[in-house]
């Protein structure tokens, strides 16, 4: 049986998360999408609406979990008995970072590999940091978010405002 973690912030999930969710649920048994609940980095949502919104719009894949975590990557790979994190690289200027987390991880953990997928060509540019700040000037987030992530993302903003 493999069993994957596709790790991330997911604040808000994209069509590129979208896309590497859904090839790579086609590559193992069992998917298990992992959300840092990191308050260090001060996300646009909590952890639970992050959870909340990835399990909404992947509803029609069978194989996966949503599951929050915090800490080291590695301990939450080995408490779920994943042999295999999952990691989306877009372009060249990610390979540095995600190098080093691989094989920081490895020398961690050797049992775990990290298997990377290229991000489909379409959404090569796409980030969530750079969809919340076309989203934060009123911008057309259609193209890089499915609606209801949209709507969540305005919704979330507008409150922001009221309060800031
Ligand atoms: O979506 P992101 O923000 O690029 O995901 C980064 C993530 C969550 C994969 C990374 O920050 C992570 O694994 N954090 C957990 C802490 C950890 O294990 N750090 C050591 C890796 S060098």
Do not use: C, W
């Not at 990610?94 to 379409?122: C, G």
């Not at 992530?149 to 800031?164: M, W």
């Amino acid at each position: 049986m493999l069993r994957a973690i596709y790790p991330g912030s997911f604040d808000p999930v994209t069509f590129g998360h979208l896309d590497i969710i859904k090839r790579s649920s086609r590559l193992v048994d069992e998917l298990i999408v992992g959300v840092l609940n990191n308050k260090a980095k001060s996300p646009l949502f909590s952890v639970e609406e992050r959870v909340r919104m990835l399990e909404e719009v992947t509803g029609d894949i069978p194989n996966i979990r949503i599951v929050p975590f915090g800490g080291l990557l590695v301990d939450f790979a080995r408490r779920a008995e994943a042999g295999m994190v999952i990691r989306g690289l877009r372009a060249i200027t990610d390979f540095e970072y995600e190098l080093q987390m691989a094989q920081t991880n490895h020398k961690m953990v050797p049992e775990i590999e990290t298997a990377f997928l290229t991000t489909n060509l379409e959404y090569s540019y796409l980030s969530s940091t750079t969809v919340k700040e076309v989203a934060a000037f009123g911008g057309d987030i259609s193209q890089f978010v499915p609606k209801l992530i949209a709507d969540r993302i305005t919704e979330k903003i507008k409150k922001k405002e009221s309060v800031d």
